[in-house]
């Protein structure tokens, strides 16, 4: 997912190995899925406790699994974050779920040290 997440910042849409650049299609794709995933309303996670830096994610749950993957456009430059939790014991349906919490936790120990 991480990767994922990094050929959507980088554009780079080509098959894997390929020197081809993003064609102006590619680059449109690319500008919609980015402002899709930097206008979601779940903040729970990556972005919870990096305040107004602007993040670029999605999230997923299950019951005893909590994820999210993103973007987070740091002063130095952007910065791909993925964390998947599972075998959770907290499965309540809140945005203190202990799961959420660690993400986000995780999130803004990863941003402090590289920024």
Same mark, same amino acid.
């Given at each position: ?11 780079? #849409? ?6 081809? #650049? ?23 996670? %990556? ?13 997923? /749950? ?18 791909? %974050? ?15 779920? /202990?799961?959420? #919490?660690?993400?986000?936790? %995780? ?9």
């Amino acid at each position: 997912m991480a990767m994922v997440m990094k050929r959507f910042a980088t554009c780079d #849409l080509a098959a894997p190995g390929s020197s081809e #650049l993003p064609s102006e299609s590619d680059r449109a794709l690319c500008d919609t899925a980015l402002d899709m995933l930097k206008n979601q309303t779940e903040r729970e996670g %990556i972005p919870r406790y990096l305040g107004d830096l602007t993040v670029a994610s999605k999230g997923g /749950a299950i019951d005893a699994a909590r994820n999210d993957v993103g973007i987070v456009y740091a002063k130095n430059g952007p910065i791909v %974050i993925s964390v998947f939790t599972y075998d959770n014991k907290d499965q309540s349906w809140t945005p203190d779920n /202990a799961g959420r #919490l660690l993400i986000a936790r %995780i999130s803004k120990a990863i941003v402090d040290a590289w920024q």
